[in-house]
């Protein structure tokens, strides 16, 4: 390969990890044709980019990144597929969803998930139960409306109540 087409894949693999903050390393060796396009498919529906690169230029590609991604360096050994993601979990949950099919691909290898690198085949059951930004926020949202509702549905229970007994004390003057 000449140097030229080279720096255009380098560029390329830079810009397209630059568009996600999740980058999953793994190895898909022991996939045939039929399994790894099963693999692919459920990488699309799971929102997940699927990609295999050349470690080399993949190394290249995270040196010139903002972003440092040196802690990755070790596991960029024999063949790697990147999974990219938004979401910190989807590409883990994708993963072991996958593996379920009596699988033992794809294996990963690292991660680089929220500014922390995760390392080998251990990290995966952590990475599948972080949860995402998006999930996070909405506890954080349902724990801030939980107190909100109960006063609202004591004022309403004792409204209720009150509005109850004013109108037994009316009936009871009428007769």
């Keep these: 390969m000449r140097k030229e087409d080279k720096a255009v894949l380098i560029d390329k693999i830079k810009d ?7 980058v ?7 996939l045939n044709a ?5 693999l692919r498919r459920a ?3 799971a929102e997940v980019k ?18 440092d991604y040196s802690g990755l360096y070790p596991a960029m050994v024999g063949n ?5 993601s938004n979401t910190g979990n989807a590409p ?6 996958f593996r379920k099919k009596k699988e033992t691909q794809p294996a990963l290898k690292a991660a680089f998930v929220e500014e922390t690198v995760y390392m080998g085949e251990e990290s995966l059951e952590t990475l599948a139960t972080i949860k995402s930004k998006n999930e996070l926020i909405a506890d954080v949202v349902a724990l801030l409306q939980s107190p909100a509702k109960n006063v609202v549905s004591a004022l309403q229970s004792g409204g209720n109540k009150l509005h109850g007994i004013l109108e037994t004390l009316s009936n009871k003057e009428e007769k």
């Design 50 to 67: 699927m990609m295999v690169v050349k470690n080399s230029l993949l190394k290249k590609a995270m040196e010139q990144s903002d972003i």
């Design 92 to 97: 883990a949950k994708l993963i072991k969803e």
């Design 24 to 30: 999953y390393l793994t190895s898909t060796t022991d």
């Design 34 to 38: 039929e399994k790894t396009t099963d």
């Design 80 to 84: 790697t597929t990147l999974m990219l």
């Design 43 to 45: 990488a699309f529906k």
């Design 16 to 22: 397209t990890i630059a568009q996600y903050s999740c």
